[in-house]
């Protein structure tokens, strides 16, 4: 299974979009899955369905930071890389949807109350709008990590 199917898999199953494709990179980026999960939890449905930035964006920037962020060793130069590969994955991410804001990916739905929610299950947005935004971002990423 590759990675974008990883994270497809794992966000079908019941993560969050943040969750799904952070996973998909533990293994790239040396991070335990379960930890991972865990950290990732919050960012889903753009940061705790206040619909901010999109969890699945969110997620990248963790593989990103994961990958290249500066941690208490290294350089300031590491801080630079990471907010280059971070623009990089926003911009093609906006590029290709539009947005990288998961309220206008989700046409204005409101995910944070029982109306919004239903909205969201009978429009299907989680497998029209949310699935290939989680697909997306796992592309993107293959091409800047």
Not at 15 to 33: G, I, L, M, T
Not at 34 to 42: E, F, H, N, P, T
Not at 87 to 108: A, D, P, T, V
């Amino acid at each position: 299974m590759d990675r974008g199917e990883l994270a497809v898999a794992k966000f079908v199953s019941g993560y969050n979009c943040a969750q799904s494709v952070f996973f998909a990179f533990c293994d790239d980026v040396e991070v335990d899955k379960d930890k991972a999960l865990k950290i990732a939890c919050g960012f889903g449905a753009g940061m705790g369905r206040k619909e901010e930035v999109c969890g699945a964006v969110t997620g990248g920037v963790m593989v990103i930071g994961a990958k290249y962020g500066r941690g208490e060793n290294d350089a300031q130069k590491e801080t630079e890389i990471t907010y280059v590969k971070t623009r990089e994955l926003m911009n093609q991410f906006s590029q290709k949807y539009g947005s990288f804001i998961c309220r206008q990916l989700l046409n204005g739905c409101d995910l944070s109350d029982d109306e919004g929610h239903k909205r969201y299950l009978e429009n299907d947005y989680r497998n029209k709008i949310c699935k290939p935004c989680v697909q997306s971002v796992v592309e993107i990423l293959e091409g800047i990590i």
